[in-house]
C-alpha cells in the first residue's frame, strides 16, 4: 500500500517538474520574440514603439538574468523589472505594439508578437489542462 502511494506521489510530483519547465521556457521565450518584434519595428522606420518594446523587454530580461545571482548582488533596478513582470506591463505593450504594428501594415513585427503572444498564452493553458487531466486520474 506504501508503495502505490509512493509511486503515485513520484508520478505527480515529475508532472509538476515537467510542467514548471515547459512554463519557465514559455516563460523565457516571448520577452526574446517581443525584443525582436520592437527591433523589427524599429528597422521599418517605427522609432519610437520599437525603442520602448526593446526597452522594456531589455530590462526584464536583465532583471531574469540578476534574479540568478546571490541576493546580495542584485542591482536596484531589479525592482524595475519586478514592477514590470508583475503589473503586466509587457503584456499590454505587447498588445498595444501588436495593433499598431497591424495598423500601419508591419506584417513582420505582427507576426512575431502574435506569435510570441499565442504562444505563452495556449501554451500555459495546455500546461494546467495537462496537469489536471494527470490529477484527476491519480
Not at 500500500?1 to 515529475?14: D, I, T, V, Y
Not at 530580461?61 to 540568478?68: I, T
Amino acid at each position: 500500500m506504501g508503495r502505490a502511494s509512493e509511486g503515485h506521489r513520484e508520478a505527480s510530483m515529475s508532472r509538476v517538474v515537467v510542467a514548471a519547465g515547459i512554463v519557465g521556457l514559455l516563460l523565457f521565450v516571448e520577452p526574446p520574440l517581443d525584443g525582436l518584434a520592437g527591433y523589427l519595428l524599429f528597422q521599418e522606420g517605427h522609432r519610437i514603439i520599437g525603442t520602448i518594446v526593446v526597452s522594456v523587454n531589455a530590462v526584464i530580461a536583465a532583471g531574469v538574468l540578476f534574479s540568478f545571482l546571490p541576493e546580495w548582488f542584485h542591482p536596484r533596478g531589479l525592482m524595475l523589472a519586478a514592477a514590470i513582470a508583475h503589473y503586466n506591463v509587457n503584456v499590454w505593450l505587447g498588445l498595444v505594439a501588436l495593433v499598431y504594428a497591424v495598423a500601419v501594415g508591419a506584417w513582420p513585427p505582427a507576426l512575431v508578437l502574435l506569435v510570441g503572444a499565442v504562444l505563452v498564452a495556449i501554451g500555459g493553458r495546455g500546461v494546467v489542462a495537462w496537469l489536471s487531466s494527470g490529477r484527476s486520474r491519480l
